[in-house]
C-alpha cells in the first residue's frame, strides 16, 4: 500500500508524490533546486542548488515525520562530474556519521534543465 506525503514547500513538475510511505520505507522523488514560490530554479553556483535541493528533500522528510537521522540512501544526479567537489562538502554537512549509503551519478540533462537532483530513501 502507497502512503502519499506530500510537503507544502516543495513542488512537483510531474505526475507523482514528494514521497510515498510502503510500510516505514519513505522512498522520497528527487528534488531539483526548484524555488516553490517561484516555479523556478534558484540561481547560484552548485553549492548554492546543492544546499536548496536539501533543503527541498528534507522538508518532504519532515513532512513524513522523519529527520535525516532516518535516512538509508541518498542518489545525487550531476550533470557535470567536476561539480562533485562542491556538492560534497555541502553533502558532508547534512549527515552525522554513520552516513548513508550513497550514489552520484552522471546524467545527460534533468528536468528544468537542472545541474543537479537528489532523492532519498528513509526508514521509520
Given amino acids: 500500500m502507497r502512503n502519499a506525503i506530500t510537503s ?14 510502503a510500510g516505514g520505507t519513505v522512498f522520497l522523488s528527487g528534488q531539483v533546486p526548484l524555488d516553490a514560490a517561484t516555479g523556478g530554479l534558484i ?5 548554492a542548488r546543492t544546499q536548496k535541493c536539501f533543503d527541498n528533500v528534507l522538508d518532504v ?6 529527520t535525516s537521522d532516518n ?3 541518498v542518489t545525487v544526479f550531476l550533470t557535470d562530474m567536476g561539480d562533485y567537489a ?4 555541502v553533502y558532508a554537512q547534512q549527515f552525522s556519521a554513520p552516513y548513508p549509503a550513497r550514489s552520484a551519478v552522471a546524467v545527460a ?15 521509520r
Fill in 43 to 47: 540561481e547560484g553556483d552548485i553549492a
Fill in 61 to 66: 522528510l519532515s513532512a513524513a515525520g522523519l
Fill in 86 to 89: 562542491a556538492m560534497n562538502e
Fill in 8 to 21: 507544502p514547500n516543495a513542488s512537483s513538475v510531474g505526475p507523482y508524490s514528494h514521497a510515498i510511505d
Fill in 71 to 73: 535516512v538509508v540512501k
Fill in 109 to 123: 540533462q534533468l528536468p528544468l534543465g537542472s545541474n543537479i537532483e537528489i532523492e532519498m530513501v528513509a526508514q
